[in-house]
């Protein structure tokens, strides 16, 4: 089982950036799926999720409203649609898929907000 982001860089303030994670290996769109982040000297933290089930959506409030989480079970494929960039927002990203006792993460990728 494997995922793998793509899509991190180095934008500037208010700009737009959208993140991929593939997914292999594991029938994903029976797995619940998320966001996290993880900024230097800080502990990862969520960031968006959206079920298997019915596709809700949750998100940490600092990012409610800019990003936009989703999912494409025919490409085995999530994203992370991010707008509004801040500078707090740099961190790498990873990946999360989980259900029941299996869950898998991805290698991370990283995003850099800076004028």
């Known amino acids: 089982a494997q995922l793998v982001e793509s899509g991190g860089g180095l934008v500037q303030p208010g700009e737009s950036l959208r993140l991929s994670c593939a997914a292999s290996?594991?029938?994903?769109?029976?797995?619940?799926v998320s966001w996290f982040r993880q900024a230097p000297g800080k502990s990862r933290e969520f960031v968006a999720g959206i079920s298997s089930t019915d596709g809700s959506t949750n998100y940490a409030d600092s990012v409610k409203g800019r990003f936009t989480i989703s999912r494409d079970n025919a490409k085995n494929t999530m994203y992370l649609q991010m707008s509004s960039l801040k500078p707090e927002d740099t961190a790498v990203y990873f990946c999360?898929?989980?259900?029941?006792?299996?869950?898998?993460w991805g290698q991370g990728t990283q995003v850099t907000v800076s004028s």
């Open positions: 290996g594991f029938p994903f769109s029976s797995y619940g």
């Open positions: 999360h898929a989980a259900r029941s006792i299996f869950a898998y």
